[in-house]
């Protein structure tokens, strides 16, 4: 006797790549083709974005939750923002500086002021070297984040989704930032102006 096979939830959304597909784990694409045209307009909510994005993740899926439960914004304090523009402008002539990934290394390393401290000599006109910050002695959460930015930089984002459930390393304060920046590299800097 044969048993019946336990149809699989359908997941509603007005994506086509999505439209009519029965799945446990999330988008097969790299990136969520929906999210893209509704982030730059707004319409979705940054907790309905990381949601989306970060679904086919089982393993990350109780902490994702509950950093979308705590969030106020994707910004750390009032210093964040001018520390950010700080750093574009010292990058000014860099090719690309305007492509996502860069905002979201910038993201994370201006996010406080004793990291940004410590990568002030990695940035120039032609470029940002990562290999010239002063990490001797850094705070583990700096240290998670400055880790962060350079896995994010040289393109191993699948890498560090891996280590985000480790909460030895990557505390939670961390995690919210280092979740806002691999959406920020994925969908571009829109994601910074969601609603919560």
């Not at 048993?3 to 446990?24: M, S």
Request: proline share 5%.
């Amino acid at each position: 006797m044969s048993r019946k096979k336990k149809e699989q939830p359908l997941i509603k959304t007005d994506c086509e790549a999505c439209a009519d597909r029965r799945y446990y784990g999330g988008c097969s694409k790299d990136g969520c083709p929906w999210l893209e045209s509704q982030i730059p307009m707004g319409s979705v909510t940054y907790s309905e974005a990381i949601t989306k994005h970060f679904f086919r993740y089982k393993e990350l899926r109780p902490r994702v939750n509950q950093a979308v439960k705590k969030y106020e914004g994707p910004w750390t304090n009032m210093g964040h923002i001018p520390r950010m523009q700080t750093a574009r402008k010292m990058t000014r002539c860099f090719t690309e500086k305007d492509t996502s990934r860069y905002h979201a290394v910038m993201y994370l390393l201006t996010s406080s002021f004793d990291l940004f401290a410590r990568i002030l000599g990695c940035f120039s006109e032609d470029g940002l070297w990562l290999n010239r910050a002063r990490v001797l002695d850094i705070s583990p959460h700096n240290k998670a984040l400055f880790n962060a930015a350079c896995e994010i930089y040289s393109g191993n984002e699948q890498k560090l989704i891996g280590e985000l459930g480790n909460r030895g390393t990557i505390g939670d304060a961390a995690f919210q930032l280092i979740l806002t920046a691999l959406m920020v590299s994925q969908y571009g800097p829109a994601v910074l102006s969601l609603a919560p």
